[in-house]
């Protein structure tokens, strides 16, 4: 444990520095490809780096939060966009929490940090509210919840498969939101920043285009609709259905390169298909509801069940198995 603790301070290490490299020097460079190129060797860097530990906590967390995110965060600063980019520039500390951490920012121009450096007090606000949630949990509540899924996951054996479904799904939602929520606070008490939920609920969407769209992880949802949704729809002039095809691949295949890190077994494929047939049914879902309007809406009564359903079990064909086998990964350390 002690030789794993002075991996992650030399990464914790290479990564500070890495982000100093890109924030003094590289945004100098003029955004477009000539900064993108100054960049790749850090690209190459993060995505080496989940092969120096040997937890799967560690593994995981620095492919999701670093190998993943950061990479995708600073592709878009590379061309002066996402949330990294902002007039007048952050300061260190904050652009480095941004990257690094799970966090989604709010107009980063209605924040205390920001309304300081605005030279031209007179300079309209435009408020970023969200709604409030239809079924209040905070962050006590949910960590009460997540301890009681893992318990009785214990004694899951005994009771219907259909629960055993239901009890993955809540302790990876738990777990996943929990990680987030913290990032949040750790960024809002830190810098004063606003920001905003990681997740809107998800067990209440009506549609599978709500709930990868509006609802699950919308982080990443933001992050892949700003670096493959946009590009491929308007600068390709590709369909919709297309872009939203495209960026369900590349979720599944950067889902699979997470669980390669961790596993280090030939890829199954399993994860990637289970996004595949999802971007189908999103894409088909999204061409119906343009071609028929309001001639067949159903009720979200109707509609929510048979969203949630479709995703358990999709999930627990597809995705969970995967996941279930990281318990026989050479990382998985206690």
């Known amino acids: 444990?002690?030789?794993?603790?002075?991996?992650?301070?030399?990464?914790?290490?290479?990564?500070?520095?890495?982000?100093?490299?890109?924030?003094?020097?590289?945004?100098?460079?003029?955004?477009?490809?000539?900064?993108?190129?100054?960049?790749?060797?850090?690209?190459?860097?993060?995505?080496?780096?989940?092969?120096?530990?040997?937890?799967?906590?560690?593994?995981?967390?620095?492919?999701?939060?670093?190998?993943?995110?950061?990479?995708?965060?600073?592709?878009?600063?590379?061309?002066?966009?996402?949330?990294?980019?902002s007039d007048p520039p952050l300061s260190f500390p904050l652009f480095a929490s941004i990257a690094f951490l799970p966090t989604r920012i709010k107009d980063i121009k209605t924040t205390p940090y920001v309304q300081k450096h605005i030279k031209d007090s007179n300079?309209?606000?435009?408020?970023d509210q969200e709604p409030p949630p239809k079924l209040p949990l905070n962050l006590p509540a949910k960590v009460v919840l997540f301890a009681l899924l893992v318990w009785g996951k214990s004694y899951v054996d005994l009771v219907y498969p259909i629960l055993k479904v239901c009890i993955n799904c809540g302790i990876l939602y738990f777990y996943l939101d929990m990680i987030m929520?913290?990032?949040?606070?750790?960024?809002?008490?830190?810098?004063?920043?606003?920001?905003?939920?990681?997740?809107?609920?998800p067990y209440l969407a009506t549609s599978l285009q709500n709930f990868w769209g509006r609802r699950w992880n919308r982080l990443v949802s933001e992050t892949l609709h700003n670096m493959i949704y946009k590009p491929v729809r308007y600068n390709l002039g590709s369909p919709r259905w297309m872009a939203v095809f495209v960026v369900f691949v590349v979720s599944g295949l950067m889902h699979e390169l997470l669980f390669y890190y961790v596993i280090r077994v030939v890829p199954t494929w399993e994860v990637t298909w289970f996004f595949v047939l999802h971007g189908v049914c999103v894409a088909v879902e999204i061409e119906l509801k343009s071609a028929l309007g309001k001639k067949w809406h159903f009720h979200g009564a109707v509609t929510g069940p048979l969203t949630m359903a479709f995703i358990a079990v999709s999930a627990h064909w597809l995705f969970f198995p995967q996941l279930l086998r990281m318990k026989y990964s050479p990382l998985w350390q206690v």
């Open 1 to 85: 444990m002690d030789g794993e603790i002075i991996r992650f301070m030399k990464v914790l290490l290479i990564c500070t520095a890495s982000l100093l490299y890109c924030y003094s020097i590289a945004s100098k460079i003029p955004k477009g490809k000539l900064r993108l190129l100054s960049l790749l060797p850090i690209f190459s860097l993060f995505a080496v780096l989940p092969l120096d530990f040997s937890y799967i906590v560690l593994t995981s967390g620095i492919t999701i939060f670093v190998t993943w995110l950061t990479t995708f965060k600073l592709i878009q600063f590379s061309f002066d966009l996402g949330p990294l980019a």
């Open 123 to 127: 300079e309209p606000q435009e408020l």
């Open 181 to 201: 929520s913290l990032s949040n606070a750790f960024v809002r008490s830190s810098f004063g920043i606003e920001v905003r939920q990681p997740f809107n609920e």
